[in-house]
């Protein structure tokens, strides 16, 4: 039953393909490309939050350290 659904629904979605790619070019609305600074928020967000990795990296490196040199430090004999 739900490939009959599935194949509906590609066979509408070939139809809309067909459908436009049919249609002359003047008649095709000019959508706005850009979306103004959406991308800015995206572009913050990746720094801010690679700063924060970066960070977060750094910490445990320093924790490694010093719980391997005090590891190190304890007599085993």
């Known amino acids: 039953m739900g490939d009959i659904t599935e194949i509906q629904y590609l066979l509408t979605m070939m139809r ?5 790619l049919t249609v002359p070019a003047d ?6 490309r850009g979306r103004g600074d ?3 928020v995206t572009t ?5 939050i690679a700063g924060l990795a970066a960070l977060a990296l750094a910490v445990v490196a320093i924790i490694v350290a010093k719980v391997t040199d005090k590891a190190n ?3 085993t004999s």
């Open 44 to 48: 913050e967000t990746v720094i801010i």
């Open 73 to 75: 430090s304890i007599p």
């Open 27 to 32: 008649e095709i609305p000019d959508y706005p």
């Open 16 to 20: 809309v393909l067909a459908d436009r």
């Open 38 to 40: 959406v991308g800015a």
